[in-house]
């Protein structure tokens, strides 16, 4: 593994698709050792453009400098092995809905009673709390939400709108690096782990800021932001 800054953290990844991969990615590539967890039949990103069967360049283009291996994590051996094996682990980081990582065993509260000054990085769709808390989500439907899509102003000949490449997951995956290091600048100083959050709405919604001023005030007046160069 290469080394740098974050030589000798060992990390835990329990992501998929974009933003948690690109995320751990960086801190793999900061010198972090990354161990992947994938189910058995493989992380779905796996089968995006294929060139082989299970191997595809946009998965390997996310989780290059990784190690990796595959459980069914619903099996009680398994879910035995990851509690032993986070004994070990400085971070983990996630982006199951709490459903999910609390059935599974490996929320926050269930790790961190394991490896109590555990970094634990908890990546959502929408945020853990309100009435959105517990939805799935990927980028396309947080562009959606957060007004980005419109924002374009594009659209193909049936209306559908054109969004951009996916800023939500790859500003997210930024905030996933930053998050983890901010929880182990805070271990290294006090000795104490925590529970670091971020979502793809909350990243969405501060990249589309610059855009919020073109939206009219409560007496109709609207200020222009964009003056031509």
Not at 104 to 130: H, N, Q
Request: charged share 20%; glycine share 10%.
């Amino acid at each position: 593994m290469a080394t740098g800054p974050l030589d000798g953290i060992k990390l835990l990844e329990f992501t998929q698709i974009i933003a948690g991969p690109m995320g751990c990615q960086m801190l793999s590539d900061l010198g972090a050792d990354v161990i992947k967890v994938e189910p058995i039949e493989g992380e779905p990103w796996r089968l995006n453009a294929q060139f082989i069967p299970k191997e595809s360049v946009t998965f390997l283009g996310l989780n290059r400098g990784k190690r990796s291996f595959a459980l069914d994590l619903a099996h009680p051996k398994s879910r035995e092995a990851i509690h032993k094996l986070v004994k070990d682990m400085d971070v983990v980081v996630i982006n199951y809905r709490p459903d999910v990582s609390a059935r599974l065993g490996i929320d926050y509260e269930t790790l961190s009673a394991i490896k109590p000054d555990l970094v634990y990085m908890d990546s959502t769709a929408f945020g853990r709390e309100g009435d959105w808390g517990s939805r799935p989500g990927y980028d396309i439907v947080v562009q959606a939400a957060s007004g980005i899509t419109s924002m374009v102003g594009k659209v193909d000949e049936s209306g559908t709108p054109l969004v951009p490449p996916a800023h939500a997951d790859t500003t997210t995956a930024y905030a996933i690096c930053a998050g983890v290091l901010a929880g182990l600048f805070y271990k290294e100083r006090t000795g104490k782990g925590q529970k670091v959050e971020t979502s793809l709405l909350i990243n969405a919604l501060t990249m589309a800021m610059s855009q919020f001023d073109d939206i009219p005030a409560g007496n109709g007046e609207q200020r222009a932001v964009l003056l031509a160069a």
